[in-house]
């Protein structure tokens, strides 16, 4: 049974998407016109797909966020299926931090620039930091975000050092990160896998972390400190607070 839902989930995902892109520019041309309110596309997108191969999602910490106040959200990222369930599940309105080049594919590029997502320059020099400072001033000016500071999905599922391009962007933004813990997901679909299998998936929210205090240079110190919070809430503790992990030497 199993093995027919994965089967399933992996052939309707590409027409789903496509669909629920075709919907969201819609509504953001010819409907409400409203960003926040086209989310609800790509909300119903992410549940599809985490109850079409057998995710059953819950998210523990909300009562930590302020309604209404902007966030970097932070996590570790150990699976493809981080993605489906935060995007089903997370009750908060955010954005998505994507790579410039899929702003370029017909129907979903201009579904997701309507609906605020925000593009990133991946390559070297001063076209990369002009869009941080784009993207940075678009978080400023209130809209949250959800970023993965391990740069790629984790191969075995454990936590990898943080790259502090994803800090400098939440430091020039002046906003605060809150880390996230993303279990279960690895063992749902680890990377490399075409079949998902059915399983439990969390999203334990931390403390937020204030910004305000770092300077572009303490990049690598704020970086440290995130990925340790990240960690305490992956080994479970609840606050994200006390755990102290070292990032992996290899990655």
């Known amino acids: 049974m199993q093995l027919i839902r994965s089967i399933t989930a992996l052939l309707i995902t590409p027409p789903l998407t496509l669909l629920v892109s075709l919907l969201a520019l819609a509504d953001l041309t010819l409907g409400r016109k409203s960003p926040s309110r086209a989310m609800v596309f790509p909300r119903i997108w992410g549940r599809i797909i985490c109850r079409l191969i057998g995710a059953r999602v819950r998210v523990e910490g909300l009562e930590k966020l302020e309604k209404g106040k902007t966030y970097i959200f932070a996590g570790n990222h150990a699976s493809q299926v981080d993605i ?11 954005r998505w931090i994507a790579k410039k080049e899929l702003f370029a594919i017909p129907v979903f590029g201009p579904a997701m620039r309507l609906a605020g997502f925000i593009p990133i320059d991946r390559s070297r020099g001063r076209q990369a930091m002009q869009s941080l400072i784009e993207a940075a001033e678009k ?8 970023i993965f500071p391990e740069g790629t999905r984790s191969r075995d599922g454990r936590l990898r ?12 933004a002046g906003v605060d990160i ?9 063992d749902v679909l680890p990377k490399g896998h075409l079949l998902a299998r059915s399983g439990n998936v969390t999203i334990r929210i931390g403390a937020p972390v204030s910004t305000r205090d770092y300077t572009p ?4 110190e704020l970086a440290a400190l995130l990925h340790d919070r990240v960690a305490a809430l992956l080994d479970g503790d609840t606050t994200g607070e006390t755990a102290s992990a070292q990032p992996d030497a290899a990655a």
């Open 139 to 146: 978080i400023r000016s209130g809209t949250s975000v959800i």
């Open 84 to 94: 489906f369930a935060f995007q089903g599940y997370f009750p908060y309105d955010f």
């Open 161 to 172: 050092q943080f790259k502090t391009g994803a800090v400098l962007l939440a430091i020039k």
């Open 217 to 220: 240079r303490q990049k690598k």
């Open 178 to 186: 809150v880390p996230l813990g993303f279990i279960g997901t690895h």
